[in-house]
């Protein structure tokens, strides 16, 4: 088998659009199916300046490489600049290869259900469990306007993550995000949630 499960292991044809049954790959060409590992993936999302960034290292020292915890970041390159969707499939690919090594992946980084519940890429996920951590807006604006130059948070860029902060609260109980307000609480204490979030849900 295969990591990119995109990828038939039988004759080799590559699905835009995988066939799935469960657990089970099915290639549309050649008809041969093939077992994969079925994981959730946690997406530990919300606006920038909530506090993902700094959960990262913590959770991966809390689970000792239970999970495996990765920033969204570092794959927000040129080539992927315009074409969000490509963007969010790529990750969910890069996901389930992860997955196929037996540990579940967490995810930093900011997204919504509605930018990962519709890919093809989804059906290789028993679940996608989403927590965001928010802030109230005058915490969130003095923290994005701390940060350094070098990440260039100007007054539009920070309205415009003023506005997700306000949507994603407003819309989590109808998307099936958990919220965390991390706006008077300690670093320690915002880790210690999110740990318990993802152990209360993973596999067993």
């Known amino acids: 088998m295969g990591l990119d499960l995109r990828i038939c292991p039988a004759c080799g044809d590559r699905a835009d659009r995988p066939l799935v049954a469960g657990a089970v790959l099915t290639c549309r060409e050649c008809r041969h199916e093939w077992p994969f590992r079925k994981l959730p993936?946690?997406?530990?999302?919300?606006?920038?300046?909530?506090?993902?960034?700094?959960?990262?290292?913590?959770?991966?020292?809390?689970?000792g490489?239970?999970?495996?915890?990765?920033?969204?970041?570092?794959?927000?390159?040129?080539?992927?600049?315009?074409?969000?969707?490509?963007f969010r499939a790529v990750w969910l690919r890069m996901a389930a290869v992860l997955h196929q090594n037996g540990r579940p992946v967490v995810l930093c980084g900011t997204v919504a259900p509605p930018e990962f519940e519709p890919l093809p890429e989804r059906a290789f996920f028993s679940d996608i469990h989403y927590l965001a951590l928010v802030s109230t807006p005058e915490s969130l604006g003095r923290r994005l306007r701390a940060r350094p130059a070098w990440r260039e948070w100007d007054e539009p860029r920070i309205e415009e993550m003023l506005e997700f902060n306000d949507w994603l609260q407003k819309s989590a109980d109808e998307l099936g995000v958990g919220l965390f307000d991390t706006t008077d609480v300690s670093t320690a204490a915002t880790a210690d949630h999110v740990e318990?979030?993802?152990r209360d849900r993973l596999p067993g």
Do not use: Y
């Open 196 to 198: 318990k979030w993802i």
């Open 41 to 63: 993936l946690f997406a530990l999302t919300g606006p920038s300046g909530a506090g993902k960034s700094t959960m990262g290292p913590l959770l991966a020292e809390r689970f």
């Open 65 to 86: 490489g239970d999970v495996v915890v990765l920033e969204q970041d570092i794959l927000w390159i040129d080539a992927l600049h315009d074409d969000v969707a490509a």
